[in-house]
């Protein structure tokens, strides 16, 4: 009897061991699960508005935008889409030397569809431009007609409008989403400058002051200087027959006296 008891505990044991021992087996080989990947960095905000005040003289640039509000469409396109922006900014100095045609005789559609067309609706990085090259035209942020031809040589990035010509001279700022490229001219659309703009008013003469010498109209008065002077040479013939008839009475008065005394 107690031979029995001993030998039912010890099956006992046995069997729980061995229950206990394939359970830590079963759960050393389940697989483990791999860890879910980390989500993606969002792109730190960019204030297009801070970084052309303070990366360089484009102070005339960033006034036009914010007087038509389109550094608002800038901002946008920039930060809440997922392709982002790339900007052409031309330096103060490249307004100042644009004189001919003058950006004051368009409409205020004109002027912003000038602006917008100085961004790219998506980033573009330097070496980018290479492939921009060989697809021909691009369009703009003004729109499907406002496109822009590139032209990379030799690392040098160059901008055609059809109208004007340009090149990249620095890069400003490359982080994505944002790009900004200076370049040395105002970029203008040969959508609005392929057409006849009115030619800005010549300014109106100094009062006061004759023209020179050289001038067409002083050489036309000095030609015709000699007839606009009075002339005396008319004058004297009458002054001549009055002497004579003043002597002529004078004369026949004398012989009229001798006449009286001897008769």
């Not at 004189?99 to 000038?114: E, G, M, Y």
Request: hydrophobic residues 40%.
């Amino acid at each position: 009897m107690e031979f029995s008891m001993i030998f039912m505990i010890s099956f006992s044991v046995l069997i729980l061991c061995s229950s206990l021992a394939y359970g830590q087996v079963a759960m050393s080989t389940s697989p483990t699960p791999s860890p879910s990947p980390a989500p993606a960095p969002t792109p730190a905000y960019t204030n297009i508005k801070d970084l052309l005040s303070v990366a360089g003289p484009y102070h005339k640039f960033l006034g036009y935008l914010e007087s038509t509000k389109l550094i608002d469409t800038f901002q946008i396109q920039a930060n809440n889409t997922v392709e982002g922006i790339t900007i052409f900014v031309p330096k103060d100095s490249a307004f100042k030397a644009l004189k001919k045609p003058s950006l004051s005789n368009l409409t205020d559609d004109q002027f912003k569809s000038v602006l917008l067309y100085h961004a790219l609706p998506r980033y573009y990085a330097l070496a980018d431009f290479n492939d921009l090259s060989e697809k021909g035209l691009i369009s703009t942020l003004a729109g499907g007609q406002y496109t822009l031809q590139f032209n990379d040589e030799s690392g040098t990035v160059r901008l055609d409008s059809g109208w004007s010509k340009t090149k990249v001279t620095s890069a400003v700022h490359t982080s994505k989403p944002v790009a900004v490229y200076q370049i040395d001219k105002v970029l203008l659309p040969e959508a609005i400058f392929g057409t006849d703009i009115p030619p800005t008013p010549a300014p109106a003469p100094a009062l006061g002051i004759g023209p020179s010498a050289d001038t067409p109209s002083a050489a036309k008065s000095e030609e015709t200087g000699s007839s606009s002077k009075p002339s005396f040479s008319g004058s004297s013939s009458p002054r001549i027959m009055m002497n004579s008839g003043i002597w002529t009475q004078l004369v026949l008065a004398f012989l009229g006296g001798w006449l009286v005394l001897f008769f």
